[in-house]
């Protein structure tokens, strides 16, 4: 049983280049959210899916656009990348609204 | 938007002490959860609390969900050096499914 898998580990972009981080998850929760984490600021919610065929803003979702394509799968992708979306992202699925599972997430630089 | 606040920020302990932090919110909470972050992977949940006054415990931990519903704590009793990483919580709110995060505390174990 893998959890929550996302890809890549590590990726490094120029700013302006676009490119989309992957989340699946093999638990057959219904939820599936993505955060960043930024030093001292714990964890940022940026969009969420509570269920296959929808998705939500969260907290800071601009720059940023998310596809639930199956109930497994849900996609984070930066379109133009910026130096401030720098940050360490992370996947999570939610057990029946309670408990999340995280990824083991995304190390992003944009220079 | 919702916040908790979680303190300490961060702790210097020496291997043996006991440990204490906690998260309060201005809000109620239906759900209480005790995260901790290993360097370089996802948040991995240590407990979950589910109802006021609730005690629980895991091995060395042990959390509160707090009577007044907007309050908890997360102690570890005789601390090891494996112990060493970042204490999230995270409440969930009556009114939606969405977790509010703290920012973490930070345990650091003096040699």
């Known amino acids: 049983n893998a959890g929550v898998t996302q890809t890549p580990k590590f990726q490094v972009l120029k700013t302006g280049q676009s490119m989309t981080l992957q989340c699946a998850q093999d638990?057959?929760?219904?939820?599936m959210y993505w955060y960043r984490q930024d030093p001292g600021m714990g964890l940022r919610l940026i969009y969420y899916?509570?269920?296959?065929?929808?998705?939500d803003k969260g907290e800071v979702p601009n720059g940023y656009n998310v596809s639930r394509l199956n109930k497994r799968e849900f996609s984070l992708r930066l379109e133009s990348a910026a130096p401030s979306q720098t940050s360490v992202y992370f996947c999570?699925?939610?057990?029946?609204?309670?408990?999340?599972?995280f990824g083991q997430g995304t190390r992003l630089t944009v220079v | 938007g919702q916040q908790l606040n979680q303190s300490p920020q961060s702790m210097f302990i020496q291997e043996g002490e006991d440990v204490s932090m906690n998260c309060t919110s201005s809000?109620?909470?239906?759900?209480w959860l005790w995260y901790k972050q290993d360097p370089g992977e996802g948040p991995v949940l240590l407990i979950a609390?589910?109802?006021a006054g609730e005690l629980t415990s895991n091995g060395r931990l042990t959390a509160q969900f707090g009577i007044t519903r907007k309050d908890s704590f997360l102690n570890i009793s005789a601390s090891i050096p494996s112990d060493v990483g970042i204490y999230f919580c995270?409440?969930?709110?009556?009114?939606?499914?969405?977790?509010?995060w703290g920012a973490g505390t930070k345990l650091i174990i003096k040699p």
């Open positions: 999570a699925s939610i057990k029946e609204s309670t408990e999340a599972f």
């Open positions: 638990m057959n929760h219904n939820s």
């Open positions: 899916s509570a269920s296959e065929g929808t998705t």
């Open positions: 809000s109620i909470f239906n759900t």
């Open positions: 609390l589910y109802k």
């Open positions: 995270a409440g969930r709110l009556d009114s939606n499914y969405q977790l509010i």
